[in-house]
Structures are given as C-alpha cells and as structure tokens.
C-alpha cells in the first residue's frame, strides 16, 4: 500500500473511532453530555490593541467538562479537539442555548474593516484544558454595540459539545486615556485636560509660550492678571470660550498644605498665598493677623498695593505651612531663616523612604510644626432650631436626610443650651419669633474656633430680623441690649441663606454644597501621607466615563481606608444625582440583619422613606427602570464578608451611565466574590511622614534628641506606617523604657480600634491559627507550621489564605509566615484579655514571668493549650505534676535563645505526666533520663529533645502514627531509640551528636516517607540499616560515623549524600544507581583509595568533595561527559595527576588543589576549561610551567 493510501487509511480508522465514542453524546440525549466552559475571564475594561489575558495577568483558560457533574474530561481522543475563538455579542447572556443561537451571536467584521478579533484563534485542549494565546487582540471598540460590551466564545470545529461564553466586558481604545479630560481637574494636570483646549493645539501652544503649562500656572495667571487673557491669546480665542475655560479651571482642588508668605519690607506687612497665589491672610504689624473679609476699607486698598507688589516679586515667596502660619516683620535673611524655621517647610513633608536613614537630620527638623491626626467631632452639621415655631418640619427633615446621603454626621438640635455645639458646621434657623438666645456666645465662638456658622432667615429677610428686633428683646440683657443690637445685626450681615419665595429644594441643594465646602476644606489634616492614593484611586475611578464603575480599597485594619473613602466621597459626591454613604456596613449587618440594612440601601437610592413603602415588594423591572435613570455614587465600607452585601449585591447592575460603586474591606476574597473591576491596596505611610505624626510633646520634655529619634523609630517600625498606630503611640501616657520594651518585645498592647477589629469576620480555623502565630509562630518556616497545625486538626493551608487576605499576615519570599508587629502584639493583648490577672486561664502562655507563676504555684488549668518559654534567664523547680491539670495542652516549647550554664527548669522529684493531646514536644536540655511512663505520644507530631538528658525515650513499643519530625541530636547520653514501626509518617530523623548511640533499629528501613536521615557524629555506629527501599530519602549524612567501614545500600532518590570521616576503603560502581544524586561529600575520608568511574553517570552531580582522603591517589578516568558537576575538591588528597577525560567536566566553575603536595601534571586539554582553580601550598618552582598554560583561567590562587 503506497504511503498517502495508507496515511488516508488510518485517517478513516480514527475518525470512526472519535465519531463512536462521540455518537452517545450527540444522539442519544437532546443536551450533549460534554460542554465547554470559561474558567477565568477577561476583566470588565479592556483596550484595543492589548493581549487579552485575565484580571490577575493569567491566560484566559477554557476546560471541557461534563454536562451534568462539571467535572473535567481528560480522555485523550477529545482532549485534544481544537476550539475556535469568536467575539460575541455582549446581550448574549442566556443559561442555555444552541449552537443556531450561538451562531447568530457572533460578531462579523464590519464592511470595510479589519477583523474585529486578531491572533491565534485556534486553542488545542490538552488533558481537558486550553489557554487562549497571547497575541489574541480586539480591533475595534465596544461603543457600537448596544450594550457597549462584548463576550468571547469558544466551540468546538467539529461540533458535538456544547459551547461557552465568558463575561461580558467593555472594550475601549488604547489612546483614550492619553486625551482624556479632567471632570475636576488636578493642579497638577496639563492644561489641555480642561475644556475646550485641544492637545497639542493653538490654544495649548499659546498657553506654553505664555509659560502656562499645568492648570496651577493658569490659576496663577489669572490670580495676578485678574482672569485676563494671555498676550499670546489675544484675538485668537472668544471672550466666551475664555470664561468657559477659566470657569472649568476653577473646579480644581487646591492643595490645601501648599502656601507661600511675602514679606513687604516697604510696608512692614507679611501676605499668606494658597498654591494658586490668592491672599489667604494678611499682618499689617507683624502681630495681628487677620482674613481678608475682616479688613476695613482702608486695609483693603493697602492690601491691593500689597498684592501688586508681591505679584511683581514672586521669587521671593517663602513656601510654607499654612496651618501654622505666624506673621513676622519683614527684615534681614536672617528673619527670614528664623521665619522658616518657626514656620516650617512645605518641602520637608514629602520626604521619600530612602532618604529617612541617610539623613535623619531632615526628617527630625521641623518635627515642632508638623500636623498630626486630630481626633473628628462628634458631629460634622448641627442644626439649631426651635421646635413648633413656624419652621415646617419637613424642611427639617428634608435637610438632613440631604446632608445624610452625602456622608455627613447631622444632629437636630432644637433644646435651648448655653453651650456652643462642637461641630464643623453650625446652622441656626432664624424666624420672626425666634433666635438662639446664646447668640452672643455662638458669635465670639466663631471668632476664635474654627467653625462656620450659616444662619437661614426662614420666611424672613435679614432686613426683617433687625426691624423685627422687638420680638427678641426678651433675650435682651439690661446691661447689654447694645451688644445684642449689635450682634443681631452682625449675624444679618454674614453669609446665609434667606427662605421667602425660593425652592427649597433648590435652597437644601446649596447648604449641602456649601457644607461640603467646609468640610472638604477641613479634612486635610486627618489627610496627611495620603493624598497621593486619593488621586490614585480618583484615576481608577475615570468619573468622566460613562461606564458604571467600580473599586475595591483593600488594607490592613487602621491602614486609612475609610477615611480615603469618605475624602473621595466628599470630593466627587456633587456630580452625582445620588449619593449613598453606608459606614461600618459590617456592624449594621451584625445589629439590624440583612434584610434591615438591604432596606435601608435600596431606599436611600431610590430616595423614599423605609416606612413608605417595602423594597422587597418592588417588582424587579421597575426598580431597573428607576436605577438605570440615575448616575448614582454608593460607597460601602467595611464590607468583611461576602454575606454583608450578598442580598443587594446584583442590583448594583442596574445603576445608570456613569455610576461608581467603592468598597472597602480588609478581605480582598471579597472584592473577588463581588466582582469588583479594580482593587487598590492602600500603601503604609513612608518613615518621614510616620515620624511626623507621632507627638513629641510627651517625650521631648525628658528626652535628648539623639534618644528621641531612636525612640521615634522604633516605634514607626512597630507600627508599619499605620496611621491609627500612630494616633494611638502619640498620644499613649507610658515612660519612655516601658514603651520602647514593649515595642521591642512585642508584649500584648490595647490598640483602640485594632483590638476590636482584628478578629472581625475570622472563622474559629482563622481565629485559632492567628492567635498560634501571634503568640508563638511568627517569622518561621511556614511548611513546620503547617506541619504542626495541620496535626492540631486545622485547616491550615485555607487559614493562611484567609488570613493573607483579611490583610493579617504575609508569606515572605523565603517562605515564613510574617505578622506585622502591631498585629502581633493586638493578638497577644487578645489573648492576655481572656483572664488579665490569671495566666493559668488563658490558652497560650508565651511570657517567662506568666509562665514561672504558673509553674512553681501549680495555677495552670485545662484551658491553656500553648506554653512557649525562653529559659536562658529563667531557673527553677517544678513538682513532678505540673501538667497535669493541662489536659488540653497541644504544643510545648521550653527553649534557650542563648545557652547559658545552670539555666532551666528542673525537676527534683521527676516528671510524672505529660499531656496526650501534645502535637509538639520541644524541650531543648531535657533534665531527665527518660519521658514520663504514662505519656502516650500518639498525637505527637514532632519531637524535639536537642541537646537533652535522656538515655532513651521510653520503655515498649508506643503509638506514633503522626509523629513527623523526631531531633535528639546532642543527646550524648542516648544510647538506643524505639522501635519506629509504629511512625510510618515519619518524615525527619536527626540524631546528630549522639555519640553513645550504638544501634539504629532496622525498623528504619521501612519508613517509606522518611526525607530526612541525619546520623552525623554517631561515632559508635558500625553498620545502618539498609535503605534501599526508602523511595522518599532526600538527604542521608552520615559523615562522623568513624566506624563504618562498609558502603551502605541507599536508596536511588538520595540527593544528598554525606560520608566523609569513616572508613570506607572505596566506593562502589553501584554508586551509578543513585541517579538522583547531587551532592556526594566524602571529606576526611582517609581511607578512601578509590573512586569508579561508574561515578560519570551521576547526570545530576553538581558538588564532589574529596578534600582530606590523603589515601586518594588517583582521579577516574571518565568515559562521558559530566555536565551538571559544578564544584570539584581535591584538596589535600594523595592525587598525583588528573586524567585527559577531566575535559569532560563542561560545566565546571571550581576546581580546588589546597594543599595537594604530590600533584605533579596537568593534562594539556585542561584549556578547554574554563574554571576558577585555587592552588595554596604547592610547590610554585616544580609548577613553573603552567603557570602562563593557565594564565586564562577565571580565578587562580597561589600562595
């Protein structure tokens, strides 16, 4: 049969068989029994242009599945099927279809462009799975389609399963972002961000030319210039298209803590400037300082010549920090150092990390002025008003619900007090009947605190008030009716808001605004570090675009994620139709229930009271139809569990173009749950700012500067640049060695706030495994860990995961679990608090102090489960039975972080008892011979007696099924250990040191998942037990066994072989079975004459180390090449020449020769090498010849 007949032949054959092992799935059943589905999808927003790829940067994976358990198909004849790639509709949502109905779905190329979807887009399945390619790209946007989104597709080329779908998602060019606009524009942003100024266009070029390159420099412009057009400009530009640019201009957002001073010297008379140069404050006597609106005409018009002059000399604006403005007398440069001084520098505020520690002159300087968190008010809004007195209370009502849906605290105040409210805003409602009769004081308050006061004259002018005064002479005092006049007539001059004949809606909407102003205004100091991640987040948020957007704030506990929310919200809130604030959402869900606060969400943006009707009975296309026709702004915070939302969460889907939704939680599961399109982690505040926010006061009065920065760091250490640490160490009343210790020690420490929020959301697995941690694990290896807690019966795999993203732990790159230290010391404060006088009733005891009262006044109780104690400081005697009421004791450490004589605990009378529920047995300088008779070791997971007293274990055979790990290296007086048959998970033996050892029970070589077998030092030891059947052995040393003569069989998947110092005479051939090998160390092997050459065929030998066999005297010839063999020591051996096959060595990087006196020749084609070579002590003049032969080699020692 000729070769194409027969390539056709088998080509028949296995169509047959695929179309027979197919047939029952498309003919027998209506619904094929395998489909295909999307494991992972592309992320809500992508860009022409870009490979598509998963949100996490993985490839987009789809897997063949069975239809009716979801389980993966790997049977080979259709594991490799092709997939085609196609680009569906983004409506195309249905939970059944078919392949007509998926056809007529897929996107054509529109005339006259190219392919809307490019690449490969061909996917092969593979065991059940296949990843789209790299290079697969859309061509074109998403904005022609209805829904503005598209999905992909996958099917079969030869049909017969059923095809997926992904997620939709909305595609948009890749240049949109590069000619975005700013909605509220940044100081920092290009000018051409603002309206009606094209990129690259006239307008910007003039703009340039006239040295205005940033929205900043175009408000300073116009602040110098009075809103005149630039020369450059004129006449190119109408007077209307100018007013709309200034105008968008002025919607950006100052930085409130750039300002500058100019000090007339002329004059005497100093200026404040914000960033944009408008007069802030002004001192005329280098005294008093007042606001531009306190001035008299007379100031006023001195104030213009001020200004013209300071406009005329900005160069000698000095930048500072405007809440600590002081005024100063213009004067020498010396005043002026002094000024900067006192003042401080905005410059010194945005200092980086790595400058911290180089220069912490820099940082410690202006430590005097710099802001610090202030704790909020209770209140942001208090309205004063007399109840029943002609004010309609639906205005009332009205009002604050207003205030309430933008994120403002309101309290209705209608009793008559003296006081004056603590608040950031305060409103009164005046009437012709009413005013609050502590007038007086509210005025003076103003005047010194910094409060806005807006009074609304409700159904009355200002006017009205002063002719009206009849009506208020009660309040009147017999010796002050002139100040009242006065005040009357003060309070109707300032700014307000008068209710006659206006809206008032239209007149809610401008008291909310103007509250926003204020507050807004005032936030900056709790602001501090973190403003750069307020614009971060606000760029993410893309407020311009019309997409329904949302982002997910993740941090630690305290980090600042709700106070970035609500500066976010107050910022951006007034572009929204509606707006819902749900602060501790977590806690609501706890106190009210879900169905309680899902009313409450769903009624604040439909904007109708809870009374008035119940959201559960709304039909759910007439809540569409009501939330697709609102641009509406949600933030939830502290959203810790997926539940919290769970019952709302898919009427998010209904907002209108332009909706934001922002979530903050600490669990980063959530935001995944949730869908969340972009997750920001917030960012710890760098050194420089930590430092600024701790409060000298308290220490600086005692306290040596030198001692202070030490101080200072440590704590900004501890705390990791949490803010709400930072409050808390600031304003903490310790002395200054007890702090330090306890930031040093990481001892339990209350932390307001952290406390109670650290725990929030864990399951009991998470709860039990960040307290183990917290209190005995942290910084270590996280496998031994796991090993440990997996034996306690926890899932500790799933509780790491949880706990990383609860943001309460981290896996470090050298794989330790690593607690941030205040974590660390909030979970030992939460377990200190479960009995604060009585150590013995709490479960985990890590402080040597706790735990020696426990000992020596026998107080322990069942509910301690963990004891870690240092002894290196502690001695003492125990009574024989001071576990015994530890029933429940499941790890024990007693350990010496540094050795010192005499130290420990000792028992006298000898241990009678030991906890069976002990997993971990780790007693560093066991004092006695043996463990207690009665332990039962049968939870034992590792133990560990280093360096101990014991000259064997116990009597009899015990159960040990879940011992892992078993060390009595050191043990000098151990002379034999238990039968192991009854330890078949034994993975790690270390006997290391014991030097009375004897034997090793042939029970060993049945332990099948032994790793680790450390017999080094075992000096008495003549012969091991085989371990040829030990098909886990990784790692076998044997080095210091000085009287085993014989090789020993070992097992083939040895990687590590140690054996220097005994007496073997040679190594055998069989060494070639141990085709895993990649380390065999022979040192001080005196007797060795003799290696094979077998040893070439060890493919993975990397390390040979034979320095010390003096008995040494040739090196193998090899018969192939050996390329993995890296590092070669033949240092103090008996070698006299090296073989012409040392060629064959082609990745050798060391070759050792210390001390080798009788080598005499190398061979000529060692040149072909290219190593480091070390030569000490070898006689250079015989060597003479090959010095300038190996002149090219990497290294060469000679000495």
């Not at 009075?226 to 709309?244: F, M, Q, V």
């Not at 200004?307 to 005043?335: H, I, L, M």
């Amino acid at each position: 049969m000729e070769p194409v007949e027969m390539e056709k032949f088998f080509r028949r054959i296995i169509r047959r068989e695929i179309e027979e092992l197919v047939q029952p799935v498309t003919t027998s059943t209506k619904t094929p029994l395998l489909k295909l589905r999307f494991i992972n999808s592309p992320p809500r927003n992508i860009f022409t242009g870009s490979r598509i790829e998963a949100e996490d940067g993985s490839p987009v994976t789809i897997e063949l599945v069975e239809t009716a358990t979801n389980t993966r198909v790997t049977l080979d004849s259709l594991s490799f099927s092709r997939l085609e790639i196609v680009p569906l509709n983004g409506d195309f949502a249905r939970e059944s279809w078919t392949s007509d109905e998926f056809n007529r779905n897929i996107l054509r190329s529109r005339e006259g462009k190219r392919p809307l979807l490019v690449g490969d887009l061909t996917v092969t399945l593979k065991d059940g799975v296949g990843v789209i390619g790299g290079d697969v790209t859309f061509t074109h946007n998403s904005s022609w389609m209805r829904s503005r989104k598209f999905r992909l597709g996958a099917k079969a080329t030869e049909g017969g399963v059923v095809e997926a779908i992904s997620e939709a998602f909305t595609c948009r060019d890749q240049r949109g972002e590069s000619y975005r606009k700013h909605n509220l524009p940044y100081p920092g942003s290009e000018v051409w961000r603002l309206e009606y100024i094209a990129k690259d266009g006239l307008t910007e070029s003039c703009l340039c030319q006239a040295g205005i390159h940033t929205v900043k420099d175009l408000r300073r412009h116009l602040t110098i210039n009075s809103n005149a057009l630039p020369r450059d400009l004129e006449g190119r530009i109408s007077k209307k298209r100018w007013n709309s640019i200034v105008s968008h201009s002025t919607l950006c957002v100052l930085d409130e803590s750039e300002y500058y001073v100019y000090n007339s010297k002329a004059h005497g008379a100093s200026l404040l400037f914000n960033s944009v140069y408008e007069v802030m404050k002004v001192s005329f006597d280098g005294i008093t300082v007042l606001n531009t609106t306190e001035l008299t005409s007379t100031q006023e018009a001195l104030l213009d010549n001020l200004k013209r002059e300071a406009y005329e000399n900005t160069n000698s604006f000095v930048a500072v920090n405007g809440a600590d403005f002081v005024s100063f007398p213009p004067g020498s440069s010396k005043n002026l150092q002094d000024a900067e001084q006192t003042i401080g520098f905005q410059g010194s505020q945005s200092m980086f990390v790595d400058r911290a520690f180089s220069d912490t002159s820099d940082v410690f300087g202006p430590l005097r002025t710099c802001a610090r968190f202030s704790a909020s008010e209770d209140y942001d809004v208090v309205i004063r008003y007399r109840r029943g007195d002609q004010i309609n209370d639906d205005f009332i009502s009205h009002l604050r619900a207003a205030l309430c849906r933008r994120g403002i605290s309101v309290f209705n105040e209608f009793d008559e007090v003296d006081a004056v409210p603590k608040c950031r805003v305060f409103i009164i409602l005046l009437t012709s009947t009413y005013v609050p009769s502590n007038l007086l004081n509210i005025l003076e308050h103003q005047q010194t605190e910094y409060q806005a006061v807006y009074p609304i004259f409700y159904r009355l002018s200002p006017y009205d008030l002063i002719s009206n005064s009849k009506n208020y002479e009660r309040y009147f005092l017999q010796n002050e009716p002139e100040r009242w006049q006065a005040a009357l007539k003060e309070i109707s001059q300032m700014p307000g808001y008068t209710l006659t004949d206006r809206s008032e809606s239209e007149l809610i909407d401008e008291i909310v605004r103007d509250a926003l102003k204020v507050l807004c205004s005032g936030d900056k100091v709790n602001m501090i570090g973190m403003d750069i991640q307020v614009e971060e987040i606000l760029s993410l948020l893309c407020i311009e675009s019309l997409d329904v957007r949302s982002i997910g704030i993740w941090g630690t506990v305290g980090i600042g994620k709700t106070t970035i929310a609500e500066e976010i919200f107050r910022r951006i809130s007034v572009q929204y139709e509606t707006c819902v604030f749900l602060k501790d959402l977590h806690k609501e869900v706890e106190v009210k229930g879900h169905d309680a606060v899902r009313e409450d969400f769903l009624s604040r943006v439909l904007e109708v009271e809870p009374h008035v009707i119940r959201i559960s009975d709304i039909k759910t296309s007439f809540l569409r139809s009501r939330l697709q026709r609102k641009r509406i702004l949600v933030i939830l915070d502290d959203v810790n569990d997926y539940r919290d939302v769970g019952t709302f969460l898919g009427k998010l889907n209904y907002f209108g173009p332009g909706s934001r939704i922002i979530m903050t939680s600490r669990n980063r599961r959530v935001f995944v749950l949730c869908k969340i399109d972009h997750v920001y982690e917030v960012k710890p505040l760098d050194i420089p700012t930590s430092v600024r926010l701790l409060d000298r006061g308290t220490f600086q009065i005692v306290l040596s500067p030198e001692v202070y920065k030490t101080l200072s760091l440590e704590l900004v250490k501890f705390s990791n640049g949490n803010p709400q640490v930072l409050q808390f160490l600031s304003s903490v009343d310790r002395e200054r060695n007890r702090l330090s210790q306890e930031v040093k020690t990481t001892s339990p420490i209350y932390i307001p706030g952290i406390f109670e929020r650290s725990c929030c959301g864990l399951d009991d697995n998470e709860r039990s495994i960040f307290l183990d941690i917290a209190c005995f694990f942290n910084r270590m290896d996280k496998d031994n860990v796991a090993m440990l807690l997996d034996g306690c019966g926890f899932s500790t795999h799933v509780g790491f995961r949880g706990l990383v993203d609860k943001s309460l732990l981290t896996i470090s790159q050298h794989n330790f679990v690593d607690m941030l230290s205040f974590i660390q010391a909030t979970g030992r404060e939460i377990v200190r608090q479960e009995s604060a006088d009585r150590p013995g009733d709490r479960s985990r005891l890590w402080n040597a102090e706790d735990i020696r009262d426990v000992f020596i006044n026998d107080t322990g109780t069942t509910a301690i489960e963990g004891i870690f104690l240092d002894m290196s400081k502690q001695t003492f005697d125990a009574n024989p039975n001071v576990f015994e009421k530890m029933c429940n004791l499941r790890l024990l450490k007693l350990y010496c972080s540094k050795v010192e004589e005499k130290h420990g605990v000792y028992f006298p009378q000898g241990l009678e008892y030991l906890p069976s529920k002990l997993r971990l047995l780790h007693w560093e300088f066991y004092p006695l011979s043996s463990l207690p008779e009665s332990f039962n070791p049968e939870n034992l997971v590792e133990l560990n007696l280093s360096s101990s007293c014991a000259r064997k274990l116990w009597k009899g055979k015990k159960s040990l099924g879940n011992l892992k790990k078993m060390k009595l290296s050191y043990s000098y007086q151990l002379t034999k250990i238990p039968r192991l048959s009854s330890a078949p998970n034994l993975e790690h033996i270390d006997l290391e040191g014991c030097n009375s050892l004897l034997s090793i029970s042939q029970s060993v070589s049945y332990l099948k998942k032994i790793v680790f077998l450390n017999l080094k030092g075992c000096s008495k030891l003549e012969s091991i037990p085989s371990t040829v059947d030990l098909e886990s052995l990784e790692v076998l040393n044997l080095s210091g066994c000085s009287k085993l003569e014989n090789f020993p069989e070992i097992s083939p998947n040895v990687k590590e072989l140690y054996m220097g110092g005994t007496m073997i005479q040679e190594v055998p051939s069989s060494i070639k079975n141990l085709v895993l090998l990649e380390k065999l160390d022979l040192e001080n092997s005196r007797h060795l004459k003799n290696l094979p050459t077998s040893i070439c065929k060890l493919k993975h030998l990397e390390t040979l180390n034979l320095s010390g066999c003096t008995s040494l005297e040739r090196f193998p010839d090899l018969s192939r090449r050996m390329k993995c063999l890296r590092f070669l020591d033949l240092s103090r051996t008996a070698v006299r020449e090296l073989p012409s096959s040392i060629s064959y060595l082609t990745a050798l990087e060391e070759l050792r020769f210390v001390d080798c006196k009788n080598l005499v020749r190398l061979p000529d084609n060692a040149w072909t090498l290219r190593f480091k070579v070390e030569f000490r002590q070898i006689d250079t003049e015989k060597f003479s010849r090959l010095w300038n032969r190996f002149g090219w080699l990497k290294k060469v020692q000679i000495s």
